[in-house]
C-alpha cells in the first residue's frame, strides 16, 4: 500500500507557549490572596476610613497619697521599680471604682449615657448598646469600658485616665465627674477608717473601765469581808506590836536577872515570871495572826495584793486605751488620704480616635501573616498527600 502525501497548508512560524510554572501559581494564589488580605483591608479602609466615627480624648492625671507617708529610701525606690512598692493599694482602689459598675450608675444617673454615646450619629460599632447588643446595664458597662481607660505608673506614682466621647464637652464632663467620684470614694475611705479607729478606742476603753470597775469591787467585798482596809497597814500594826512586847518582855527578864542575883528569895521573882509567860503568849498569839493559820494575814496579804496587782494593771490599760482613743480623734479631725490633681482634664480640639492609619495597617499586616501562614500549612499537607 502506498504512503500518500496529503497538502495541510503552510506551518505557523510561532511555536506553540504553555503556560509557565509561575503564572499557574500566580492564579492559583490569587483568589485566596484576595479573599485573606484584600477584602479584609478593604473593609477596614472601608469602615475606619468613611463609617468610624471621631471620637475626641479628654486626659487627667491624679495621685493618690497619705499625709503620713514617709519619703522612701534607696531601697523603698528599688522595691519601687520592680512593682513591690507599699501604699498603691488605694490607687488601685480609685481606678477599680473608676471602672465599676457604680461609677457607670453615676455617669449614667448624671449625663444619660445613652445619649452620650449615641451623638454626632455614632456609627453602629461604636455607639450603644451596639450592633449584637440590646438596650441594658450590663451593655452599658461593657460600652463605658470602651470608652475610659485608666492607668497606674508604678516609677510615679501617677494614675492617668483618659475619656474617650463622640464630642469634647462630653469627654471632659466624664473626665471631671469620674475624678470627683474618685474623690468621693476617697473621702468616704477616710470617714470609715476614722470612724473604726475611733470605735474600736471607745470600745477598749470601756472594756479597760468595766475591768477596772469589777476589781474594786472584789476589792471592797475582801476590806468588808476581812474587816480592815489594807492588810499592809494590819501586819505593820502587828509587827509594831510584836516588837513592844519583845522589849518588854526583854525588860522583864533583864529585872528578873538582876532580882536573883540581889535577892533571891524576893517575893517578887515569881511574879515577874508569871509576866514574862503572859508576855510570851501574847507574842504566840499575835505572831500566829501574822502566819500559821488558814485566817492568817500572810494569807490575807497574798490575796489583797493579787488585787492590787489587778488593779493597778487595769488603771494603766484604762491609761493606754484612753490615750488611744484620743490619739485617734485627733486622727479623725485630719484627712489621711488625698487625691490630688496633677493635670486636669482637658478639652480636645480635634479628634485623635479611632487612628485610622494605624487601624488599616494592622488588619494588612494580621491578614497577610494569616494568608501566608495558612500557604505554608496548604503547602506541608499537599506534600503530605503525595507521599
Not at 73 to 80: F, M
Not at 243 to 258: D, F, I, N, P, Y
Not at 343 to 351: I, M, Y
Amino acid at each position: 500500500m502506498s504512503e500518500q502525501l496529503r497538502y495541510i497548508g503552510p506551518l505557523s512560524d510561532r511555536p506553540e507557549t504553555r503556560p509557565s510554572r509561575w503564572e499557574g501559581l500566580r492564579r492559583r494564589a490569587i483568589a485566596p490572596f484576595s479573599l485573606v488580605v484584600i477584602a479584609p483591608t478593604l473593609l477596614a479602609s472601608l469602615y475606619w476610613g468613611v463609617i468610624a466615627t471621631p471620637q475626641y480624648v479628654s486626659e487627667s492625671h491624679f495621685m493618690v497619697r497619705k499625709t503620713d507617708e514617709a519619703r522612701p529610701n534607696s531601697l523603698g525606690l528599688v522595691l519601687q521599680g520592680v512593682g513591690l512598692s507599699g501604699g498603691t493599694e488605694d490607687s488601685f482602689a480609685v481606678q477599680e471604682f473608676m471602672l465599676s459598675r457604680d461609677a457607670a450608675g453615676t455617669l449614667d444617673k448624671r449625663f444619660d449615657l445613652e445619649k452620650v454615646f449615641t451623638r454626632n450619629g455614632a456609627d453602629l460599632f461604636s455607639r450603644y448598646p451596639g450592633l449584637f447588643d440590646r438596650p441594658s446595664e450590663e451593655a452599658r458597662f461593657r460600652t463605658l469600658k470602651r470608652f475610659v481607660t485608666v492607668g497606674y505608673n508604678s516609677t510615679s506614682g501617677i494614675t492617668t485616665l483618659r475619656v474617650q466621647a463622640f464630642t469634647p464637652q462630653d469627654a471632659r464632663n466624664m473626665n471631671l465627674a469620674l475624678l470627683a467620684s474618685g474623690e468621693a470614694l476617697v473621702n468616704r475611705l477616710n470617714e470609715r477608717a476614722a470612724t473604726n479607729a475611733v470605735a474600736e478606742a471607745r470600745a477598749a476603753v470601756e472594756e479597760a473601765s468595766l475591768r477596772r470597775a469589777t476589781i474594786q469591787d472584789e476589792m471592797a467585798a475582801f476590806r468588808n469581808r476581812e474587816r480592815f482596809l489594807d492588810p499592809q497597814i494590819a501586819a505593820t500594826e502587828s509587827t509594831q506590836l510584836i516588837s513592844g512586847l519583845l522589849t518588854t518582855v526583854a525588860q522583864l527578864r533583864a529585872e528578873m536577872a538582876q532580882l536573883r542575883q540581889t535577892a533571891p528569895e524576893s517575893p517578887q521573882i515569881p511574879i515577874l515570871s508569871g509576866r514574862i509567860s503572859a508576855y510570851e503568849a501574847q507574842i504566840a498569839a499575835e505572831r500566829d495572826k501574822l502566819t500559821g493559820e488558814a485566817s492568817s494575814l500572810v494569807r490575807k496579804m497574798s490575796t489583797y495584793e493579787g488585787l492590787a496587782l489587778q488593779r493597778e494593771l487595769a488603771d494603766r490599760a484604762v491609761m493606754e486605751a484612753s490615750a488611744s482613743l484620743m490619739t485617734a480623734q485627733q486622727d479623725a479631725r485630719r484627712q489621711k488620704l488625698y487625691l490630688d490633681r496633677v493635670v486636669e482634664p482637658n478639652l480636645a480640639d480635634k479628634p485623635i480616635r479611632p487612628e485610622r492609619l494605624r487601624a488599616i495597617l494592622i488588619v494588612f499586616l494580621s491578614s497577610l501573616v494569616i494568608y501566608f501562614l495558612g500557604r505554608l500549612l496548604w503547602g506541608g499537607l499537599r506534600e503530605h498527600r503525595q507521599e
